[in-house]
């Protein structure tokens, strides 16, 4: 089967949610405070046990559990789940319970370090997106899977009638550029400095971690873009883009952890080997959040 345009669901700023963790355990309370407050700032929708969320760390029980709070939670906002792995069986078993949830999406990589041909990946991503009941998300990101998605095998994948959409981390403006011509996938932003360029290229939005802060900032860039004010769009981004780059000065989720931190609505704690923001970044962050301009959507006390 064939899509003849993109997915229409996949549009606007997707929150990668990050996994708050209280003295080693997936820490609830604080996930639901946050939920809460997110669901009502404008974003699309969220984004469950994405590599924001310290995935690779959490039991597939706790994925579960996770992914059961946001989804009681939410609002009725759609959720995507993320599903990496590079064991086929093992990764069909788990989007066999994942079918179990109502499910706007699943976020799947290529399978890591294993380095798979093309055919190799065509197949596996055409065997997930038969067995999902949602539609599949491609993430197309060569520097955490080691393996590098080419334009062909994007364009055969798009043929699927359950593959509705990439978040692409590719790194390849070409490759950007033809998917978003071509039109049968909803191109989403992964890369949360590529944002503006995405969209004004007729990406239909983004998934990105730094909307943790200032969210209606970027749900207006979205908005703006859609509606033609690309002067407003690049007004805004460049006011977030100091915060943007310091976000990723060190590996991230650790600085989000650390300024989420700071305005109370976590505790700032990863689970090794992922490591907290140093305390100079933290204190950097701090400082630049603070000076700038505080708006609706902006993170405060909770």
């Given at each position: 089967m064939q899509n003849t345009q993109s997915h229409p669901g996949f549009r606007g700023i997707w929150l990668p949610l990050v996994?708050?963790?209280h003295r080693g355990e997936v820490d609830f309370d604080a996930l639901?405070?946050?939920v809460g407050h997110?669901?009502?700032t404008g974003i699309a929708g969220f984004v469950v046990?994405?590599?924001t969320g310290e995935a690779a760390a959490l039991e597939e029980p706790e994925q579960l559990a996770v992914l059961d709070t946001v989804l009681e939670c939410a609002?009725?906002?759609?959720?995507?789940?993320?599903?990496?792995g590079n064991h086929l069986g093992h990764v069909l078993a788990r989007l066999g319970r994942c079918n179990e949830r109502p499910l706007a999406g699943v976020l799947a990589p290529a399978p890591y370090y294993i380095r798979p041909s093309q055919d190799g990946l065509r197949d596996y991503f055409r065997r997930l997106a038969d067995a999902s009941r949602a539609p599949l998300v491609l993430y197309d990101i060569p520097y955490r899977t080691g393996t590098t998605l080419m334009l062909e095998t994007l364009l055969s994948l798009a043929d699927h009638g359950n593959i509705g959409a990439i978040k692409d981390c590719g790194g390849n403006a070409l490759n950007t550029q033809a998917l978003i011509a071509d039109g049968r996938l909803a191109v989403l932003a992964g890369e949360d400095h590529q944002l503006l360029g995405t969209l004004?290229?007729?990406?239909?939005?983004?998934?990105?971690?730094?909307?943790?802060?200032?969210?209606e900032r970027f749900v207006a860039i979205w908005r703006a873009v859609s509606e033609?004010?690309?002067d407003e769009a690049r007004r805004l981004f460049y006011a977030l883009m100091p915060l943007i780059q310091t976000l990723f000065a060190e590996p991230n989720p650790g600085p989000i952890k650390a300024l989420l931190a700071?305005?109370?609505w976590l505790r700032d704690e990863l689970r090794a080997p992922m490591t907290c923001a140093s305390p100079e970044l933290a204190n950097q962050l701090a400082a630049m959040f603070d000076a700038m301009d505080i708006v609706s959507g902006a993170v405060s006390q909770p």
């Open positions: 996994t708050p963790f639901q405070r946050l997110f669901s009502v046990c994405g590599s609002n009725g906002l759609p959720v995507i789940m993320g599903l990496a004004a290229l007729g990406g239909q939005g983004a998934i990105i971690a730094c909307a943790h802060f200032h969210p033609g004010r690309l700071r305005h109370g």
